[in-house]
């Protein structure tokens, strides 16, 4: 059987802009797209959904979230096989459960407990953290955003030759979507007269450029890549290239020990900040 694409729904706006990605993501991958509703608190949930619904709350079930689900992911696309399950379950765990045998993950940024829209989820940024596969999370840009540059896939490249699985991730996204792969790595120059830099040494810029040529080395040809090294904190460089792309690509590493996975500082920046949806891509011990 075919790894599906998953998508974590809940009824929230969050979510369904999900099945929309998972929608997209199963089209091109010519994968099947399993649609999950997990919880342990399904009545209380319903209260929301009830009202959107004008039905009593007693009416309104876990099939009704995953039902509209279905319908708006066959609506968007109707050649892709759909098949929805309900979980019980605390979501995170239930969805990190479900990644194990799934070609990749999509959830929103937050459900209908988040109170701003600058912050992440606890259980989107545990999926992101523990998941055996990609995940994709679609944050809520706030309105007042305004995007840059052009459709592209960005890729952070990170300083260890494991991060691979994130390059060829995020390359393979560049080339379903025919969309250019851009490559970014920040670098800051030592100062001061104790750095214990030595002005002889190769250039930090220079330094920045020769890995992630390195990184793109096994791109496909047919995958048009630019290289991308502003001086400055990555997290910042990150958020500013992300700005009208269509995808931000980051790796994230097993812990020490092999428990889950480490996203680092940069990781948690993005996935609260970036103003694109993010791909957090789990790479190998």
């Excluded at 599906?4 to 929230?12: F, K």
């Excluded at 099939?63 to 019980?88: M, Q």
């Excluded at 040809?221 to 290289?227: F, L, M, P, R, W």
Aim: charged residues 25%; glycine residues 10%.
């Amino acid at each position: 059987m075919d790894e599906p694409i998953v998508v974590g729904v809940d009824g929230s706006a969050s979510s369904l802009r999900a099945v929309d990605w998972g929608a997209e993501e199963a089209a091109l991958r010519g994968a099947p797209l399993r649609l999950v509703y997990a919880s342990l608190w399904e009545r209380y949930e319903g209260e929301l959904i009830a009202q959107e619904l004008n039905r009593p709350v007693e009416e309104v079930m876990a099939r009704d979230v995953v039902g509209t689900a279905e319908a708006r992911a066959r609506s968007r696309r109707p050649g892709v096989e759909v098949t929805t399950d309900v979980l019980a379950g605390e979501p995170e765990y239930a969805l990190v459960r479900e990644s194990g045998t799934a070609r990749a993950m999509v959830v929103g940024s937050r459900g209908r407990g988040g109170f701003t829209e600058a912050l992440l989820g606890s259980v989107s940024l545990t999926v992101a953290g523990h998941a055996h596969c990609p995940v994709f999370v679609l944050r809520d840009a706030p309105e007042d955003e305004v995007p840059g540059g052009s459709p592209r896939i960005v890729l952070a490249v990170g300083d260890k030759p494991s991060d691979a699985t994130a390059v060829r991730f995020a390359a393979q996204e560049a080339e379903l979507r025919g969309l250019p792969l851009e490559a970014v790595r920040a670098w800051r120059r030592p100062s001061g007269p104790f750095t214990g830099h030595d002005a002889a040494e190769s250039d930090p810029e220079e330094a920045a450029r020769a890995v992630v040529a390195e990184a793109l080395r096994d791109v496909p040809e047919g995958v048009a890549t630019i290289i991308r090294t502003p001086e400055g904190h990555t997290r910042d460089a990150l958020v500013e290239a992300a700005r009208g792309a269509t995808l931000l690509v980051v790796g994230a590493h097993p812990r020490h020990g092999g428990f889950g996975l480490q996203l680092g500082r940069v990781a948690h920046g993005v996935l609260h900040r970036a103003p694109c949806p993010v791909a957090v891509v789990p790479e190998p011990a």
